[in-house]
């Protein structure tokens, strides 16, 4: 069969299957999977594990399964979803790597903006720079003194090309004009083992995996990455790298919820309107901002200023990245 007849052909298996998915029977029983493009233990895995749990209800008890299709900075994950049968039965929890890995790759299998409906916004999470637990310093000073004393030799783990933690490190390495040997893993979950285990020495994560390993004293943290302090209480006595002295450093990490590109308008709003009961949900907040999360609460809720939020983001990113000269195939 010639590519383009295999291409009609699949455009046309699931263009039926969107047909007669309606929203007076969605979602019925079958279970909606929500895919989330890193390994299972991360961050993004946290707040989509919660999130299916506070969206069930208003999708009337059903069964919301997470798939961890992990691997290429995130981008196998979304190119799955991108691909997926649009009925509002597999969705893509993705965070800023939406708005980074246009500029970072030459060749993305799908179109952030055209191939997928954006159902809302979730959260917004700093990141912290942490360490290994051997590392000779205590705080951030003492960081600088040890980056400076060991140019060459310093490791910094990451979630692949177009992960947070790459961006992150990026502008770390930029500011602090030192490069590190990067170590790519699935997702910071398996990345943070081999932290707190010593093998790497440096990684920047979200604080919904960082928290508590915070907490344990299982590894150091140095700073957090937004231009204020954190509130959480582990958190609340971490500079920012501003603070710091990295002038200008500030990023944020966002989490959003998406469709394969033609999901029935109705569904994408039972979906929303069930995204929006979750975030309302006083237990899927009081998880979120134990780990120093902020659940959305504006306008970004709505798919229409999602959107427009990911443009923005994709607009911000970009000149930053290619000013940077890194690209990925
Ligand atoms: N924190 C990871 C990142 O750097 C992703 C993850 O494992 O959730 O993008």
Redesign the pocket.
Known sequence: MSPLFKSLAAGALLATAALGAHAEDFPGNKPITIV?P??AG?????VARDLAEAMRKPLGGVSIVVDNAAGA??SIGANKVAKAAPDGHTLLVH?I?MATMPGLYRKLPFRVETDFDYLGMINDVPMTLIGKPALPASNFKELSTWIGQNKGKINLA??GVG????L?GLLFQDAVKTEMTTVPYK???P?MTDLIGGSVDLM???TT?TTSQIEGKKVKAFAVTTNKRVATPVLKDLPTLQEAGLKNFEVT?WHGLYAPKGTPADIQKKLNDALKVALKDPDFIKKQEGLGAVVISDKRAEPAEHKKFVASEIAKWTPIIKAAGVYAD
Do not use: M, Y
């Open positions: 989330v890193f390994a991360g961050p993004t895995d946290r900075g995130g965070h790597g990451n979630a992960s947070a933690s790459h992150c997702g910071t979950g990345a920047c994560d979200q995996n990490i």
